[in-house]
């Protein structure tokens, strides 16, 4: 890894926005493809969700060989190092101590996505977090001995979580799926295509205390405050879980921020579109990954090669992949089918459920109002501290509101890389 200049101005061939699994293969291909190669990453290490590493947690000899790239001399990473704003063919990014502007010829969003958190009664108590804000604690060294943990919501992440509990020496006391039985059944004897996935999903899937076509009704806690039990509806019969954690989730969104800053369009499901070679609407804008559709580590890696090499201008070695990436879109519709929400899950809410969790408006003060806009000015909805990242998305998916449009600074930011963004026209 090449050392990073001082200066406040760097340049590449290519800028990859994104360490995880599509990150590190587009860094790798653009490497390979001669070319001049600045990485950077929000997270203080590389690797991503699933490969996240911290001081209890073993990563995958797989891992180990993608994360190697970091070691080459074509290549600058600044880890824990965010976008602020951008500019024709530059970007402003931040890390904890300065703020730099970095020139490119082609840039490559491998931006990964966010949890996907649906609102229950109780969804914002203490005790009560994400399914990979979970792992994502376990991995960084939470204690989960003698913790008791329901885990709900949807999708294969469920499974992984809880394996991530039992290693951590937690209890898991329930899963609780949202898919329907038949559905769980029809994707199992799909997996006969994908021969270690169905080994995965052997290995992973517990002989006990899964609850399917099953969802969290709301939670019971303590006088003091802490969380005590999850109630749950299993089969139309309410029934309740002891626990000490609650994890939730219902899969992933895409993280499109920064790909709508940059003028690219999103499809019909929100993902960012590219074309045959990983290209966005915008010329010299690609994007590999999550951010163009959920699919898994592997359809992550096809994705970046084929971008890291077509940026390059290395179409040939591209081409290569293009089969490996059907096959796992293939299995990313499978998952899709299988796990698609029912209904029940944003249309049966109490009207005293928070949607808002930073201002605390629930959904009965946001009947009024027929978009985010207006719900916004009237009720301070989405101006609180996430600045409505988490409650427009959940709007979305309740009441089908458009989703309001991100703007700079993408991220919050210090006071002196604001001034330094208004001098050279970012903000």
Avoid at 114 to 126: A, D, H, I, Y
Avoid at 330 to 355: G, M, S, W, Y
Wanted: glycine share 10%; proline share 6%; aromatic share 6%.
């Amino acid at each position: 890894m090449a050392t990073p200049s001082f200066s406040t101005i760097l340049h590449c061939d290519v800028l990859v926005v994104g360490a995880g699994p599509a990150g590190l293969a587009t860094a790798q291909a653009a490497i390979q493809g001669q070319q001049s190669v600045i990485l950077i990453d929000d997270n203080p290490k590389a690797g991503g969700q699933i490969w996240r590493q911290g001081p209890f947690h073993t990563l995958p000899p797989m891992a180990k060989h993608y994360l190697s790239v970091l070691s080459e001399d074509a290549l600058i990473y600044l880890p824990s190092c965010k976008v602020i704003a951008v500019d024709s063919q530059c970007v402003m990014v931040e890390t904890a101590s300065r703020h730099r502007i970095v020139h490119y010829q082609r840039i490559i969003l491998c931006t990964g996505a966010k949890e996907k958190l649906l609102p229950f009664p109780g969804w914002t108590l203490p005790g009560v977090t994400g399914a990979g804000g979970l792992q994502a604690l376990i991995k960084s060294g939470l204690p989960m001995i003698g913790e008791r943990v329901v885990i709900a919501g949807s999708g294969p992440l469920l499974l992984a979580v809880a394996e991530t509990v039992k290693k951590a020496g937690g209890n898991v006391v329930g899963i609780i799926e949202q898919a329907p039985l038949h559905r769980l059944f029809s994707f199992g004897l799909r997996l006969l295509r994908w021969p270690n996935k169905l080994h995965q999903a052997i290995a992973l899937m517990p002989l006990k205390n899964y609850y399917k076509n099953s969802m969290v009704l709301g939670v019971e806690t303590s006088t003091e405050g802490t969380l005590t039990g999850v109630y749950i509806s299993n089969k139309g019969q309410k029934r309740k879980l002891p626990c000490t954690r609650l994890a939730f989730g219902f899969g992933l969104r895409p993280n499109t921020e920064l790909a709508q800053l940059l003028g690219c369009l999103l499809d019909e499901q929100r993902n960012i579109q590219v074309d045959a070679w990983q290209q966005t609407t915008m010329p010299g804008v690609y994007a590999a990954g999550e951010c163009t559709g959920i699919g898994g580590s592997e359809l992550a890696l096809c994705e970046g090669f084929i971008a890291g090499f077509a940026a390059s201008g290395k179409y040939a070695l591209a081409e290569k992949w293009q089969q490996k990436r059907r096959k796992w879109r293939c299995f990313a519709t499978a998952i899709a089918q299988t796990f698609k929400l029912n209904r029940e899950i944003t249309q049966a809410l109490p009207p005293d459920t928070l949607i808002c969790r930073c201002e605390d408006i629930s959904l009965n003060e946001l009947e009024p109002f027929q978009d985010w806009n207006s719900a916004k000015m009237a009720t301070r909805c989405g101006m609180g501290a996430c600045q409505g990242k988490i409650c427009s998305a959940i709007l979305h998916d309740i009441k089908h509101w458009a989703i309001p449009s991100p703007r700079i600074p993408l991220s919050p930011t210090r006071l002196e890389t604001l001034a330094a963004g208004d001098t050279e026209k970012f903000v």
